[in-house]
């Protein structure tokens, strides 16, 4: 388990309520993922049955749902989207049955909303997991930040895009 995979099961662990994940990227290279993308790119595709994709993160999604915490994902992406948009879209059913709702939203859509300059994750509404990355996607290292009225604005900022995204059932690439 990674340092960053350790925080974030820490994070969580101590979750109560609502844990809330706003993605602005159109690519992401992030280790195993980006070996992942790759072959998707050639042709693979991830098969449906739990025991080929299920990993520490869906059980740490699931385990904190059946304790009553709330996970919402909401991406803006450009349209059309990008091959790695594609990519997430046809890999979201896992997000899904490990508990998270997800939705996206058109980047034009999102254009009059206030958003943040980076990724984050949002724990009871109090506290920050910025995910910051370099020009090429990969990670650049996240940045807890617990600043009230920081955390304030990112629940606004992620209610607003979420009000406005498409739940993942409907939204078509």
Not at 24 to 30: A, C, E, V
Not at 66 to 93: K, L, N, Q
């Amino acid at each position: 388990m990674s340092q960053t995979d350790l925080a974030f099961v820490d994070l969580l662990a101590n979750t109560r309520h609502s844990a809330v994940h706003l993605e602005l990227r159109d690519s992401y290279g992030i280790g195993e993922e980006a070996a992942e993308f790759d072959k998707w790119r050639n042709g693979w595709r991830p098969d449906p049955a739990p025991a080929t994709w299920w990993n520490d993160f869906h059980t740490w999604v699931r385990d904190a749902t059946a304790r009553g915490v709330v996970f919402r994902r909401a991406r803006v992406v450009s349209e059309p989207v990008s091959a790695y948009i594609r990519y997430e879209h046809g890999c979201t059913y896992q997000n899904v049955a490990a508990g998270e709702l997800v939705r996206w939203l058109s980047r034009r859509k999102a254009s009059d909303l206030g958003l943040p300059g980076n990724d984050f994750w949002l724990f009871d509404e109090r506290l920050i997991m910025w995910n910051h990355f370099t020009g090429d996607g990969g990670s650049a290292g996240p940045e807890l930040d617990e600043r009230p009225d920081v955390a304030k604005f990112c629940a606004s900022a992620f209610d607003a895009a979420w009000e406005r995204a498409t739940p993942h059932e409907e939204y078509r690439i």
